[in-house]
């Protein structure tokens, strides 16, 4: 089977190729720069400038995970349109390639296509702060608006018979990039900090739980729809602090206050200081088996 892969030599891109390649498939990546993509991706990927140089190639499923990092730059207004665009343009391009094959019946038959947490927006903290399922409805803010947008182009495959199962996902962790490439540095140097009050949610998940999440919204033909891409067990960003620090042997005495991140991140450090505490209902609903259900247990895998 050929899988097509936008963002196919990110951090989770570049493992899902190699469990793919080791199961015996046929892997297409779409890449801007084709020479360095394949430095990281695994022997005989192929690699192309566009998804729409693959009509050659009908890939029998798509997996878009596209998009410049949300966090490296502070949201200017130019910051924002390059944050939207890189993920639509990636995914309207996934949309004409359906298009395009569609016409001579060779149309993907599913598209996993990518989404965050920040769907929801900021849905409070502390103890009483709702769970947040597929079925929560979100708090209109920039991070909820740039995920709407990404998930409504994603919605035109549908209209070329495509099934559409997008994935919300949770910060995630593992050694060696994501989130944990940036916080281990001052954490090892016992200079880990809480944000704010601690108190937003961090839903998380392990790469290796993510990978598979995708690998099973490919193969189980009845899913549809969003489903969050996150373990059962969200944390607030103290709890996770106080995790790392433990798991490191390291003390985390001390807070950032709020207004030193608006300070110095502006809009952008709404990422930091809310949250949202979401769940994989529908995962777990259709039985998805976690390997790292805990965050312990992905730490003390990781670190």
């Given at each position: 089977m050929r899988v097509l892969i936008t963002g196919g030599s990110g951090f989770v891109g570049q493992r899902l190729c190699r469990r793919l390649v080791d199961a015996g498939h046929r892997v297409q990546v779409v890449s801007r720069s084709p020479a360095q993509a394949a430095k990281v991706l695994p022997e005989g990927a192929d690699v192309r400038v566009s998804a729409l140089d693959f009509v050659d190639a009908p890939p029998g499923v798509l997996v878009n995970l596209a998009g410049e990092p949300i966090a490296d730059k502070r949201w200017s207004d130019t910051q924002k349109e390059r944050l939207i665009d890189s993920r639509i343009n990636a995914t309207r391009e996934l949309v004409m390639l359906c298009e395009q094959l569609s016409q001579t019946a060779k149309a993907p038959r599913v598209l996993v296509s990518g989404s965050a947490m920040g769907f929801y927006g900021d849905q409070g903290g502390g103890e009483d702060a709702p769970t947040v399922t597929e079925q929560t409805a979100p708090h209109d803010e920039f991070a909820h608006r740039l995920c709407k947008?990404?998930?409504?182009?994603?919605?035109?495959?549908?209209?070329?018979?495509?099934?559409?199962?997008?994935?919300?996902?949770?910060?995630?962790?593992?050694?060696?990039?994501?989130?944990?490439?940036?916080?281990?540095?001052?954490?090892?140097?016992?200079?880990?900090?809480?944000?704010?009050?601690?108190?937003?949610?961090?839903?998380?998940?392990?790469?290796?739980?993510l990978v598979e999440m995708i690998l099973w919204l490919i193969e189980k033909e009845h899913l549809s729809g969003p489903f969050n891409g996150s373990a059962p067990e969200p944390v607030t960003n103290r709890e996770f602090t106080e995790a790392i620090g433990r798991h490191l042997k390291r003390p985390t005495p001390f807070p950032v206050p709020a207004m030193v991140l608006e300070t110095a991140f502006g809009e952008m450090s709404r990422l930091l200081l809310t949250g949202a505490r979401m769940v994989?209902?529908?995962?777990?609903?259709?039985?998805?088996?976690?390997?790292?259900?805990?965050?312990d247990k992905a730490l003390d895998d990781i670190l």
């Open positions: 947008r990404w998930e409504q182009a994603a919605a035109g495959v549908k209209d070329f018979g495509v099934r559409l199962a997008i994935l919300r996902t949770g910060l995630v962790l593992d050694e060696g990039g994501g989130m944990l490439k940036k916080l281990l540095p001052p954490f090892k140097l016992g200079l880990g900090v809480r944000l704010g009050k601690g108190d937003q949610y961090m839903p998380w998940i392990h790469r290796e739980d994989p209902q529908r995962f777990e609903e259709e039985g998805f088996s976690f390997r790292y259900p805990t965050l």
